[in-house]
């Protein structure tokens, strides 16, 4: 059977699509930022956006087209690990010029090598085992002679088994009632593939908020239009008529997305005027995640009207949320990009931002444990020395930045910088939005809690009482400056209240605050 490698991927995307707001619900923690889905889906995105209306003159210039769009738009974890499993597919395949059982099990079993390949310590119950598990399924149908359809539905019900065990294999995911998220987005691509090959059709998940998942980028306009300010916001608390919110934003601009859930509205448009545009969003809720980028300006720099910027000795790129956050990181000298707990950067936004410090060597802070497998890629994309440094959160990034000095030797800055993580403790509060059972601690919707070093330390009714059970154990263990990071969901009061209860434990820890504007973790700790 002849079957171009794009009419896979928009079977899988499709497939994909149709189930990422359920495989978002799946994160063990009962946080609100479950993105698995999202990352995945958005991987695919990007192959069909890069080689949509392109022709290659072979299938080996293909599949590198393929893995590369794969690779600059991988997101998160789960968005990395899916990109290898592609580029080991697509290496895979070789010189064939159609798809046949024989290179479709041979096509999974490359994607399982360079999954497996590509993760340090590759844990089992992950999609790793899933990916293993349908190959090997695949490479048995093979044996008995079935064909090409009977192989790919081989493969496909194995995936789906293999998702049931993976709670099996990791207690976490046990405890937690749940089944391993990336694991499953692995299983509906290969429904989605042999929707494609049998002729059948991808049923959407009855219930499920197709749009809510994520914005249906193929309603945006993608052509170069160098006009204006990119300009993208959310409104949070949203009150207001979305109708007459959304043609006026039409009015005001070009190339609009506006994307409205229960209470938050999502805002994409090209604007003369960004201000005029966040000024009336303004008066229906609270802005979050304001970017805006002068496109104009791009295109100058581009052809060359701008002289370039000239280049320096060390750069650094931030992945961040809020407005406050901001300003604190490009005081600091670093460049930031937008992305963190829920919306994860690109490696593609990552090498752009490199570039775009000029620096010959450039440190990348990742502030996100589900970023650091994206930034450790970037290196792959640009010409720059890259060092990732794996902050796990803003407050952590915000303190490694202390040690930044752009005019120092490289390998002394990044070697101090990476010292002060290591010294350093980090906790983030957020709110259950589920109950769930963790670590043998039960955790009731709606609580607040926190995590110290990644590990869930507690869960409590009020916020107060979450930030001083960690802040005790902070101090217990011989912190000196305690910094609280306190995002959109908190206000100034309610931090000098928390802070002053913990200078209260220990009159020689000093505690510092600051307003990063955040979203989902109303606040983040640093103890050094």
Same mark, same amino acid.
């Given at each position: ?16 699509? =149709? ?14 930022? *479950? ?33 590369? =769009? ?175 919110f959304e043609e006026h934003i039409h009015e005001i601009g070009r190339s609009v997305l506006v994307v ?61 949320? *809020? ?87 490289? *390998? ?19 709110? =259950? ?24 330390v507690v869960a409590e009714e009020n916020i107060k009482d979450a930030a001083m059970e960690i802040a ?57």
């Amino acid at each position: 059977m002849t079957i171009g490698a794009g009419d896979l991927v928009a079977a899988a995307h499709a497939a994909l699509k =149709a189930k990422t707001d359920r495989i978002n619900t799946l994160n063990v923690y009962p946080v609100p930022d *479950g993105d698995t889905g999202t990352n995945m889906l958005l991987t695919l995105q990007s192959i069909l956006e890069e080689t949509s209306g392109k022709t290659y003159e072979t299938l080996e210039e293909a599949s590198r087209a393929v893995a590369r =769009a794969a690779l600059m738009g991988a997101r998160g974890n789960s968005g990395v690990i899916l990109s290898q499993m592609i580029r080991g597919a697509c290496d895979a395949v070789g010189e064939s010029d159609s798809l046949t059982a024989e290179t479709f099990a041979g096509v999974l079993e490359g994607a399982r090598e360079r999954a497996y390949s590509s993760v340090r310590e590759p844990i089992e119950g992950t999609m790793l085992t899933v990916i293993r598990d349908a190959a090997v399924a695949a490479r048995s149908a093979v044996e008995e002679n079935e064909d090409l359809t009977s192989v790919v539905r081989a493969a496909a019900r194995e995936a789906h088994a293999s998702v049931r065990r993976t709670p099996e294999m990791l207690d976490v995911l046990r405890e937690a009632g749940v089944v391993d998220a990336g694991g499953l987005g692995v299983a509906v691509i290969l429904d989605g593939i042999y929707a494609f090959v049998s002729g059948e059709e991808i049923e959407t998940e009855p219930g499920t908020d197709e749009e809510g998942a994520t914005p249906d980028l193929d309603s945006i306009s993608h052509e170069e239009e160098a006009w204006g300010y990119c300009t993208e916001f959310v409104v949070t608390g949203f009150s207001g008529d979305t109708g007459e919110f959304e043609e006026h934003i039409h009015e005001i601009g070009r190339s609009v997305l506006v994307v409205a859930d229960p209470d938050v509205v999502r805002v994409h448009l090209h604007t003369q005027d960004p201000g005029e545009a966040l000024s009336y969003a303004g008066g229906f809720g609270r802005l979050a995640e304001v970017k805006v980028d002068d496109m104009e300006a791009q295109v100058r720099d581009r052809s060359g009207e701008q002289a370039k910027k000239k280049e320096v000795n060390l750069g650094v790129v931030v992945a961040s949320r *809020g407005a406050g956050n901001r300003r604190l990181f490009e005081s600091m000298g670093a460049l930031v990009i937008e992305g963190g707990q829920g919306a994860n950067p690109s490696a593609a936004d990552f090498a752009r931002a490199v570039e775009e410090t000029g620096a010959r060597e450039v440190i990348l802070l990742p502030n996100n444990k589900n970023i650091v497998p994206t930034a450790e890629r970037v290196e792959e994309l640009v010409e720059a020395k890259v060092h990732v440094l794996p902050t796990t959160s803003i407050a952590s990034g915000l303190a490694t930045m202390v040690g930044f000095d752009p005019e120092g030797e490289p *390998g002394e800055v990044v070697e101090e910088m990476r010292e002060i993580l290591g010294s350093m403790r980090c906790a983030e509060i957020t709110q =259950a939005v589920r109950e769930a059972r963790i670590g043998g601690r039960e955790v009731p919707e709606g609580s607040y809690i926190g995590f110290l070093d990644g590990e869930l330390v507690v869960a409590e009714e009020n916020i107060k009482d979450a930030a001083m059970e960690i802040a005790r154990k902070m101090v217990e263990g011989g912190a000196d400056l305690l910094t609280l990071l306190w995002g959109e969901d908190l206000d100034e009061a309610q931090v000098e209240l928390i802070a002053g209860s913990i200078q209260g434990l220990d009159g020689g820890v000093e505690v510092e605050i600051q307003d990063g504007g955040q979203p989902m973790y109303p606040l983040q700790m640093v103890a050094e």
